[in-house]
């Protein structure tokens, strides 16, 4: 009873909205154009609506006031094919402009990972340098230990042992520890500073990365990109395999 009443209702509104004259509706669509309560969409879904909206939906009078609000100066007189011309050009512009976004941000991107290359490979070489000079911290520590022992009595195989590894050290062991262990704490601090640089770069690649998936997921307001064919393929194919389940 209650789905009888309601579908009486909407015949009786759809008489009610039948029987306005043009001038009204012409009046409530160029009011909802003035307070932008109604856009080109509205004005496109009302066109194939009903023959009679459609011919209302084609008022110039509604397209200059849409064309006056969405593109100031028109050149020509109003009417439904310019604000469709306008409208694809404004969207060419746009997307022009998202292209060269993405290009600048994937550029940013391509420069960040080129950093981090190069400071990954200035860490490699200074974590070689660093492990060289502690391996030659470590025989000259042993080589002044064999001379100091030189000086105590030991068996003569041992002795001997030392004093070859003594007599072919060439250089003088404190100053050489010296300049090394000196050489060792500046390749610790080099490597700090190229780990810090490295941290603060890979948060910029981050962001950067961020900034070109969010860009290619909506390039412009109100407009998706359109999914590649591949991933068309892979919807159709899921959806076939979950209507062959039922």
Avoid at 74 to 85: E, I, R
Avoid at 118 to 131: A, F, H, V
Wanted: proline share 4%; charged share 30%; hydrophobic share 35%.
């Amino acid at each position: 009873m209650s789905s009888g009443f309601h579908s009486q209702s909407k015949q009786a509104s759809g008489r009610v909205m039948a029987m306005l004259p043009d001038e009204i509706w012409q009046r409530i669509l160029e009011s909802g154009a003035e307070t932008c309560r109604l856009d080109y969409r509205d004005l496109c879904c009302l066109s194939i609506a009903s023959r009679r909206l459609n011919r209302l939906s084609l008022d110039p009078t509604l397209w200059a006031i849409l064309l006056a609000r969405d593109f100031p100066s028109p050149t020509s007189p109003p009417s439904k094919s310019l604000f469709k011309t306008m409208y694809e050009r404004d969207k060419s512009r746009k997307i022009m402009q998202w292209r060269r976004k993405v290009l600048n941000a994937e550029s940013q991107l391509a420069m960040c990972k080129n950093k981090l290359t190069d400071l990954e490979s200035m860490m490699m070489q200074e974590n070689k340098k660093l492990r060289a000079t502690a391996q030659e911290i470590t025989n000259l520590e042993r080589t002044r230990s064999a001379s100091v022992a030189l000086n105590v009595w030991q068996p003569e195989v041992v002795r001997g042992r030392q004093k070859q590894m003594v007599e072919q050290c060439t250089v003088p062991i404190q100053s050489r520890l010296d300049s090394l262990k000196m050489e060792f704490q500046v390749c610790k601090q080099q490597i700090a500073t190229y780990s810090k640089a490295y941290d603060k770069e890979k948060k910029r690649f981050r962001e950067h990365e961020e900034a070109v998936r969010s860009l290619k997921y909506q390039p412009l307001q109100g407009n998706q990109l359109v999914p590649e064919k591949n991933e068309v393929k892979i919807k159709r194919k899921k959806l076939k395999n979950s209507h062959c389940k039922f």
